[in-house]
């Protein structure tokens, strides 16, 4: 459904002041002083921009949209229900909630850097932040909801009516909400990572012991998929090359097949999309479906069956001591885990 609903009795001359009054609103949006970038060192890892362009009113009404219950046919869920943005952009669980109770079938993974992402959700299935957004809106088992009953209440909002209207030519409809969603997904960047830092000429910011772990993550071949920008998210792989994963605790259900799924070629079976790794310490549980509860834990099964090696306790805490060095900042505050998991 595409289009512009109707407002009723409310006066177009009424919305445009108030649209224009709006745009003033929104665009007053303090920008942090620009960092200043040293030469960069060659690495099959590369830093995140320092800053990403997005128009801050758009991002403003999609932050605004991002956090509304509204989004959900019941009012229960809102996009940050399960990508919350003070422990890592996930929801800590091994598989989200719906609003009913019961889990779906895959880890909620992290929203932020999205935009650097070659495709969304596990297998792939989504090719662009476009169409996963409104999969989600319209997803029976997430928002399950309907563009005439989310635009309808979106309509009745003053705030919103006013504001789309000053954004967008069409003014609310489909299309304009699900652009002020993802240009608000395209501005969760989190670069300055201490690694960042490193790669862009200050070798002091990392440890002897953290290099460590980074020299051993390259010389196992970490690096043939964890690599870029995003440290991830630009390919898929079979999960479980070498030797089956470890089953889930408790799981009694059959093999998540992965890509197959959207594909039906049988090279994709149990195959997913490789995540990122950015503040890869910040989202626990690991895996598609949350099956790794530590990054130790999740590090050794990567050893195992990817690469067909059992590494001792010391190489894997010295990867582990590298992996905490790609936590970022966000919105120029360091990103940090949640003080009751900080403490286990």
């Known amino acids: 459904m595409t289009g512009h609903l109707s407002t009723g009795n409310r006066s177009r001359a009424e919305r445009g002041r108030r649209a224009a009054g709006l745009v003033a609103l929104l665009s007053i949006i303090s920008s942090p002083q620009p960092l200043v970038a040293a030469p960069e060192i060659q690495e099959p890892i590369a830093p995140l921009p320092l800053t990403v362009e997005q128009g801050p009113a758009k991002v403003a009404l999609g932050e605004r949209l991002f956090h509304d219950v509204r989004l959900s046919r019941d009012n229960s869920l809102s ?20 609003a009913n109770g019961t889990s779906l079938s895959r880890n909620a993974p992290t929203l932020f850097n999205v935009a650097f992402n070659a495709s969304f959700n596990w297998d792939g299935s989504m090719p662009s932040l476009e169409v996963q957004a409104e999969q989600v809106l319209l997803n029976p088992q997430v928002m399950n909801n309907t563009w005439p009953e989310l635009l309808g209440k979106l309509d009745a909002d003053p705030y919103y009516a006013a504001a789309f209207d000053a954004l967008y030519p069409e003014g609310l409809s489909p299309a304009s909400v699900v652009d002020a969603l993802v240009s608000y997904e395209k501005s969760l960047v989190t670069p300055n990572a201490r690694f960042d830092r490193y790669l862009r000429g200050e070798p002091q910011v990392l440890s002897a012991e953290e290099l460590k772990g980074y020299k051993l993550f390259k010389d196992y ?81 990567m050893a195992r069956v990817q690469l067909d090696r059992r590494l001792p306790p010391q190489e894997i805490d010295l990867i582990v001591q590298f992996l905490r060095t790609l936590t970022g900042e966000y919105r120029g505050r360091p990103l940090a885990m949640p003080a009751q998991e900080a403490a286990q």
């Open 79 to 98: 996009c940050a229900t399960c990508h919350q943005l003070q422990r890592g952009g996930d929801d800590g669980l091994p598989r989200s909630k719906t």
């Open 221 to 301: 071949g970490c690096t043939a998929c964890h690599q870029g920008r995003n440290i991830g998210g630009n390919l898929f792989n079979k999960f479980g090359v070498f030797s089956d994963p470890d089953a889930p605790p408790g799981s009694r259900e059959e093999v998540d097949l992965g890509r197959f799924s959207v594909t039906q070629i049988d090279r994709d079976r149990e195959v997913f999309r490789v995540p990122s790794l950015r503040n890869v310490a910040l989202t626990a549980p690991y895996f598609h479906d949350g099956r790794a509860r530590t990054l130790k834990k999740a590090v050794a099964t």
